[in-house]
């Protein structure tokens, strides 16, 4: 055996020699038709995109709050979870409420990928089902009233449930990939784009001026067939901090230096910056999420108009847990098994702080998206 073979490889074709084999994915027109866009969910749609980009640009001095689960493991729970978050939306309404709704996960190597690759929790990866459980809940969702936010982890995906989402983010791992920056500038819904994973935010910033210009890439259309895809561009995009390189960047001298580097790279648009509160900002301890928020709020209230919104990691119960050996069966409901979360009722807190916050910062009387002392 050469050097360069390994025993799974067939060598008998000339092409494919590591490829196992494929499988028929349903067509994006075909799934919209099986699960089409009722009128309620089409209003909620429409209402959150249009509140989002309305903030993005200033225009909306709310704030836009992404709050919800790591990742979406089981529809019922994601169901359950949204009925105890559609109330808030009325009862906290300087806050445009959207709920995370993620069924890629990116792997640092390997792991549970997400709903849509492996719906069955068990490594069987029946993308097909997984494709109809996320369209499916994502139609449940919109259709209670409460807007969705999902990632766009690979350039295919979003041709089947676009028509259903508020609200996307290019995750660290993926912000400085041209593909990625291309899909953006194509979406029909505002992007965020997050700093690189070592806490780089000039990636973010050029990933967000590459989005605002037009492109021309490789993609599939609605019925599933390779094509050239040529876009308009997306102005309604802003930068996620997330922390990175174990250190945070959500203190008010982080915020001032991204506003700044924001400005100078795009003078004619007001600067937008949305703090992740997980990740390498709560320094991968859920507990520390509230935190963010309270230093959060504390700029808002100093009339911070670059703050343009937050993401919470939250789900019914707090923590999280590993798929257990007998299978789904023996998780714990309620409990994340991706990055652990807030219980809802620290969520209802972290709400009701930052709703404060804001008509504070209102009351400021605060003009041009800049901190005022």
Known sequence: MSASSSPNMNESEPNDVRVEGYEPLISPLLLRSEVPVSSRSWSTIRQARRACAKVISHRDDRLIVIVGPCSIHDTEQALEYAKMLAPLMSELPDLVIVMRSYFEKPRTIVGWKGLINDPDLDGSFKINKGMRKA??????????????????????????????????????????????????????HPIGFKNGTDGGVSVAIDAM????????FLGVNDQGLASIVKTSGNVDVHVILRGGGSKPNYDPESVRLVREAITKARPDTPPAIMIDCSHG??????????????????????????????????????????????????????????????????????LKDLQAAVLARRNLGTLNGTTTH
């Open 135 to 188: 369209r499916q809940l994502l139609s449940d969702l919109t259709d209670l009233g409460v807007p969705v936010g999902v990632e766009l982890l690979d350039t295919i995906s979003p041709q089947f449930l676009s028509d259903l989402i508020s609200w996307g983010a290019i995750g660290a791992r993926t912000t400085e990939s041209q593909l990625h920056r291309e899909l953006a500038s194509g979406t029909s």
């Open 209 to 216: 001026r590459s989005a605002n210009c037009p492109h021309s």
């Open 281 to 350: 900002n709560s320094l991968k301890d859920h507990r520390n999420q509230p935190k963010v928020v309270a230093e959060i709020c504390t700029q808002l209230k100093a009339g911070d108009r670059s703050i343009v919104g937050v993401m919470i990691e939250s789900h019914i119960n707090e923590g999280r847990q590993n798929i257990p050996a007998e299978g789904p069966s023996g998780l714990k409901h309620g409990v994340s098994i991706t990055d652990a979360c807030i219980d809802f009722q620290t969520t209802v807190k972290a």
